[in-house]
């Protein structure tokens, strides 16, 4: 059995989706593991990862529509507040995705579905560095 490590750094610029498919199976691919299992994990409490939809770009649209519906900013429920009105939003968004995956390797790569991708999912408005660590296990 072989392990392999890695970080990831994704700069965001704000709310929304962003696309680490290519990143994280180019990795698993460099590793040369022929079967295993991949765990993604990022390392902050107001961004998350998550598979989804990687075909039509209006999932994401109607996915932010959503969480906007569900959890706004500046709600007046909240009463953390230090960093703005989508601080405790981002919290709570944090909570109600994920903050790990777990995908499958099969003959050498991640063994996702046709239409599937993996995503970061910055829940602030502001820029940041989200680092993402990767670790697979495997033979």
């Known amino acids: ?10 700069k965001t610029n704000g709310r ?20 295993g299992l991949l765990t993604l ?13 990687n075909y ?3 999932v994401f649209l ?6 906007n519906r569900l ?7 909240f009463i953390h507040t230090v960093e703005g009105p989508d601080d405790m939003p981002a919290h709570v968004r944090t909570a109600l995705t994920q903050t790990h995956l777990s ?8 063994a996702l579905g046709q239409w599937q991708g993996i995503f970061l999912y910055e829940h602030r408005h502001i820029a940041a560095k989200r680092k993402i660590i990767l670790h697979l296990i495997g033979e």
């Open 103 to 110: 995908i499958p390797v099969l003959e050498g790569e991640a």
């Open 62 to 67: 109607d996915m932010e529509a959503f969480f």
């Open 71 to 77: 959890v706004p900013d500046g709600d007046p429920l």
């Open 56 to 58: 039509d770009h209006d």
């Open 16 to 35: 929304k989706f962003y696309d680490i498919t290519h990143e994280v199976k180019k990795w698993v691919e460099d590793c040369h593991l022929h079967t």
């Open 1 to 10: 059995m072989k392990q392999h490590t890695h970080q990831l750094v994704i």
């Open 41 to 53: 994990y990022i390392q902050h409490t107001s961004a998350s990862l998550l598979i989804n939809e």
